[in-house]
């Protein structure tokens, strides 16, 4: 929730006058916890949980990368509290999609064995951890086999640049989703962060036009 885009929409809803609710799920941030113990599951329950204590009436839900996941899962869910949805490279179905079907057969079996591998990130020196548990877990929470029922305006700002969610991705969500309030813009030379200046700024005009 210390993020670029987070702190930007914060900052926002601040000279607006408007509230605004970010936090961080188990295992990121601040919060407690491992993020190798956490699963796609346990974060929807985060996000439900914090969206129905914190928050009242119709909101303006923003979600980026897996936040994007738990922002239509919460759609699905609310539909009469979501009034809208952003999306910054929403990443929807992406544990099987986008991580175990391209993941090769060796990498498969090891995952399989050893319930966990380790795989480099091209955002720094770390690596990052993929449990078996997590893959098994998104299954039981995937979007795009079927058509997607969501009641609000939905805007999908996606990075054609970006190496993680290729950007035909927003394309298959928009495709998906029931609401025909659907907007899909791509930025030619973004990537999966879309965190510069101009990004942010496609990001609170976005918001500007959902609140007109």
């Known amino acids: 929730m210390e993020g670029a885009k987070a702190t930007a929409v914060a ?8 509230a605004c609710l970010r936090f961080d799920y188990r295992g990121h941030g601040r919060s407690d916890g491992r993020f190798e113990d956490g699963t796609i599951g346990q974060w929807f329950e985060d996000t439900r949980g914090v969206f ?15 936040g994007g996941w738990m922002g239509l899962l919460l759609a699905k869910a609310r539909p009469d509290r979501v009034a809208a949805f952003v ?33 480099a990130s091209e955002y720094g020196d770390h690596s990052y951890t993929i449990t078996h548990k997590l893959i098994e877990d ?48 791509l930025v030619k030379d973004g990537d999966h962060r879309l965190s510069r200046d101009a990004d942010i700024l496609l990001l609170t005009q976005t918001l500007d036009s959902l609140c007109a």
């Open 11 to 18: 900052d926002w809803a601040k000279r607006r006058g408007q």
């Open 52 to 66: 129905d204590a914190l928050t009242d009436g119709p909101q303006i839900v923003v979600g980026s990368s897996m």
């Open 87 to 119: 999306g910054i490279a929403a990443a929807p179905d992406f544990t099987e999609d986008l991580m175990w079907d391209r993941m090769p057969a060796e990498l498969r079996a090891r995952l399989a064995r050893d319930g966990v591998i380790e795989q």
């Open 138 to 185: 998104g299954r039981k929470h995937l979007l795009l086999r079927a058509p997607l029922a969501c009641a609000g305006r939905v805007r999908l700002l996606q990075g054609m640049q970006d190496k993680d969610v290729p950007w035909q991705w927003s394309l298959k969500i928009a495709e998906t989703l029931t609401t025909p309030d659907v907007q899909v813009v």
